[in-house]
């Protein structure tokens, strides 16, 4: 049983989401918070499989509680929920370790099968927000950007044509069926080219990839 819980200041939103999920056989809420400082009280003292955060909260905000949560080493693997005016900060929780985001009116369907990939262990990002992050990363200054590691550089140069394809289609928010679809791959293929840019680039997941492609310029031609 995946264990979820939920963290938004909008209580028919969380009563209505909550409903759906455990209509599922393999899901369960665990609990629902107003707020982050809400979220990591009850993490405390019940640690969920997957957490959904909303970004934007008063007292504590999904960013301020996911910085908290990774830093306290949780378990639980944090899925932000984000509108198009939260970009910059959805950027930000991604950095600080979050597993995926994803727009908040994403299709019940969708989002299930999202919080089942992330238990998986593999992340989610929604193409949309992801296009817009392009934009927000490029805008900010060069000395609040994420900054290069040494083995950034070398791990560019020992990137394969077709794994630079692949991981610019990866930071587009395709699946890997998306990608078998326009390579004329095998998904076992994709899966291999995948396995090998976590890697050599020595990410954790599929959205540390993308922030791989923003920072050494690899996604920056396909944003739009």
Not at 60 to 68: C, E, F, I, P, Q
Not at 78 to 89: K, P
Not at 174 to 184: A, P, V
């Amino acid at each position: 049983m995946i264990t979820v819980a939920l963290a938004d200041d909008e209580p028919l939103f969380t009563a209505g989401l909550t409903m759906v999920l455990d209509a599922q056989p393999d899901i369960s809420v665990i609990w629902q918070a107003i707020d982050g400082a809400d979220a990591i009280r009850q993490h405390d003292g019940a640690q969920p499989d997957i957490l959904l955060l909303d970004i934007q909260m008063p007292t504590l905000d999904g960013l301020a509680a996911t910085r908290r949560l990774i830093a306290a080493g949780t378990a639980s693997r944090i899925i932000i929920l984000t509108t198009f005016e939260s970009d910059e900060y959805v950027l930000t929780a991604v950095e600080a370790g979050a597993a995926g985001f994803l727009v908040k009116n994403i299709p019940p369907d969708q989002l299930i099968a999202a919080i089942r990939t992330v238990h998986s262990g593999d992340a989610v990002i929604s193409p949309g927000p992801t296009r817009r992050l392009f934009a927000t990363f490029r805008r900010r200054p060069t000395e609040s950007r994420t900054p290069l590691r040494g083995s950034d550089t070398q791990a560019v140069a020992e990137l394969t044509p077709r794994e630079r394809e692949i991981l610019s289609l990866i930071a587009e928010g395709r699946t890997n069926q998306e990608i078998c679809t326009e390579l004329w791959l095998s998904m076992p293929t994709v899966k291999t080219h995948i396995g090998n840019l976590i890697a050599k680039t020595g990410s954790r997941d599929r959205v540390q990839l993308v922030l791989f492609a923003l920072r050494t310029g690899i996604a920056a031609l396909k944003a739009r």
